[in-house]
């Protein structure tokens, strides 16, 4: 299959150099990452490097965090020159936001290699700045015949798997890189709020796993700090800071963003939490959430506060980010006759049918923080995804993904794909009419990834409601395998811009290729 050329990753200096900067600014001790004081002298540095996310055609939104109040400068530019630079003014960072700021870019050339260097400037002296950090990014194409590459995977730091050293800390983020993307798209579980990073983990052939730990990872997370905190953790990585130099992301969340398997209303029996309300848990973490991601539609200046939203990256693909958590339902056996809030929420599941209709792409990604024919339990009766495990007629939150298909059958919406996270193995399904309960959809593929840097797991049952046929699996026989012992896996999606044919790719760390599906264009099912 054709695409366009990609910049080979050794020859991005640009991205070494600001790279290389942010490690060597990044001095602070790896047990204790408190806020930034104000008392510290010299100049602000940006020691966690830059992201770039939700990049389309013509825009994107630059972030960075200061060590101090600082005015917040982005310069983007053609070429690593930057002698034709554009000068972007930020906001001012500080303690509101725990000195993280982000800065939107308009009126960028579609399809290009955009180079940028983000400065930290002293408040009351622009003169005293900090020493720039750079990276790149390609904005969408507006030529469909460019075509259009890219990853997915998700949860990061889980179930004690932390930062370890000894193996060169998030090592599927090296490979990431090197595969030069369009775009990442992360589908939730960016941090495990609720899961405490130990020192070291014995592992059970004798081995010791080493942790990098902070303060704010040695309980389950409940303030303000202690979230900001566990978004900190992460970024202590030095492979994941140069993955965000050079590819931008598309971010949603899941539960462990807050605590596990949480749902709104939901009060915790948990002894480990002094605050009880998943809520105020919930708040607080998505304050957190939006401080350290860049998405459009949490940005102060356009955004209207929700994580659901779709990033359209040229003539051939539109990405619908769904919100599979904050407007759920209980928990429960799922079960009911009758369920018009479900998993997405009245107001949410119209949307994604107006913006399907809408639609022009090619190639339409339905991106679920949970899969939908996968049973994924809460505890001995009640179900955390959408199956529930019962064979027959949609119950529960399926009457709500029924009338989904329904919707895109009957409306012959073309060139849907669902892709997911959140089980920790990978697997293929197709699902189709013809071997399901429900039969009023066209067949669709759904495609599952993950863990990036978390625990592996066996593979889950199926439920047949939807007729899943799993093509492909790849898990552990056993829970909570570390990294060590079990390679991570992530996604890979290339839309050829000839053909318009859709190739997915799951792969394993260390460079397998396990499972390929070459999918055709213009079809309302596959």
Same mark, same amino acid.
């Given at each position: 299959m054709s695409y366009r050329p $990609?910049? *080979?990753?050794?020859?991005?200096? +640009?991205?070494? $150099? #600001?790279s290389l900067a942010a490690s060597a600014a990044l001095t602070l001790p790896l047990t204790a990452t408190a806020a930034p004081a104000f008392a510290l002298s010299g100049r602000p540095r940006a020691a966690w490097g830059v992201q770039v996310g939700d990049v389309t055609a013509s825009s994107a939104l630059v972030w960075v965090r200061s060590d101090r109040p600082a005015r917040m400068i982005v310069e983007t530019s053609p070429t690593e020159s930057f002698r034709r630079a554009r000068t972007w003014h930020g906001p001012l960072v500080g303690s509101g936001t725990d000195f993280t700021g982000t800065t939107p870019l308009y009126g960028l050339p579609a399809g290009e290699q955009v180079h940028y260097r983000v400065t930290l400037a002293d *408040?009351?002296? *622009?003169?005293?700045? #900090?020493?720039?950090?750079?990276?790149?990014?390609?904005?969408?194409?507006?030529?469909? $015949?460019?075509?259009?590459?890219?990853?997915w995977s998700g949860d990061i730091a889980g179930q004690g798997w932390g930062i370890n050293p000894d193996i060169g800390g998030y090592r599927a983020y090296d490979e990431m890189r090197r595969l030069d993307p369009d775009f990442f798209l992360c589908s939730g579980d960016n941090i495990y709020a609720d899961g405490v990073i130990e020192p070291s983990v014995t592992l059970p052939d004798g081995r010791v796993w080493r942790n990098v730990t902070t303060e704010e990872k040695a309980k389950v997370a409940e303030t303000l700090a202690e979230y900001r905190g566990n978004f900190r953790y992460n970024l202590l990585d030095d492979n994941l800071r140069k993955f965000n130099a050079q590819v931008p992301s598309i971010i949603q969340w899941d539960d462990h963003e807050v605590r596990n398997n949480w749902y709104p #209303? &939901?009060?915790?029996?948990?002894?480990?939490?002094?605050?009880?309300?998943?809520?105020?848990?919930?708040?607080?973490?998505?304050?957190?959430?939006?401080?350290?991601?860049?998405?459009? +539609?949490?940005?102060e200046s356009s955004g209207d506060g929700r994580v659901h939203r779709v990033v359209r990256h040229g003539p051939l693909l539109d990405v619908f980010v769904l919100d599979m958590r904050s407007f759920r339902n209980a928990n429960s056996p799922g079960r009911q006759p009758d369920d018009t809030t479900g998993i997405l929420g009245a107001e949410q599941l119209a949307w994604l049918k107006r913006e399907l209709s809408r639609s022009r792409a090619v190639w339409k990604v339905i991106a679920a923080d949970m899969p939908l024919g996968l049973v994924v339990t809460d505890g001995a009766t009640d179900f955390e995804a959408v199956a529930q495990g019962d064979p027959g007629a949609p119950l529960g939150r399926e009457l709500q993904i029924a009338e989904l298909l329904r919707f895109v059958k009957h409306?012959?919406?073309?060139?849907?794909?669902?892709?997911?996270?959140?089980?920790?193995? +990978?697997?293929? &399904?197709?699902?189709?009419?013809? $071997?399901?309960?429900?039969?009023?959809?066209? *067949?669709?593929?759904?495609?599952v990834s993950g863990p990036l840097a978390a625990g592996g797991f066996p593979a889950n049952a199926l439920d047949s409601t939807f007729g899943p046929d799993q093509v492909f699996v790849r898990a552990p026989d056993r829970a909570n395998v570390s990294p060590m012992e079990s390679p991570q896996f992530f996604g890979e999606v290339d839309i050829d811009g000839d053909s318009g044919e859709l190739t997915v790719r799951l792969r394993a760390q260390g460079g397998s290729v396990l499972f390929s599906k070459v999918l055709q264009p213009g079809r309302v099912g596959q």
């Open positions: $990609r910049i *080979p990753s050794p020859d991005r200096r +640009t991205v070494l $150099r #600001g *408040p009351d002296d *622009p003169r005293r700045t #900090g020493e720039p950090v750079y990276g790149t990014f390609r904005t969408a194409p507006a030529r469909r $015949r460019d075509g259009v590459r890219f990853l #209303g &939901q009060i915790l029996d948990d002894v480990r939490y002094t605050e009880k309300n998943v809520d105020v848990l919930a708040a607080r973490s998505m304050r957190a959430f939006r401080e350290y991601f860049p998405v459009s +539609t949490l940005h409306r012959r919406i073309t060139g849907t794909l669902w892709l997911t996270a959140d089980v920790h193995y +990978t697997s293929a &399904q197709h699902y189709a009419p013809e $071997r399901a309960a429900f039969k009023d959809f066209a *067949p669709f593929w759904e495609f």
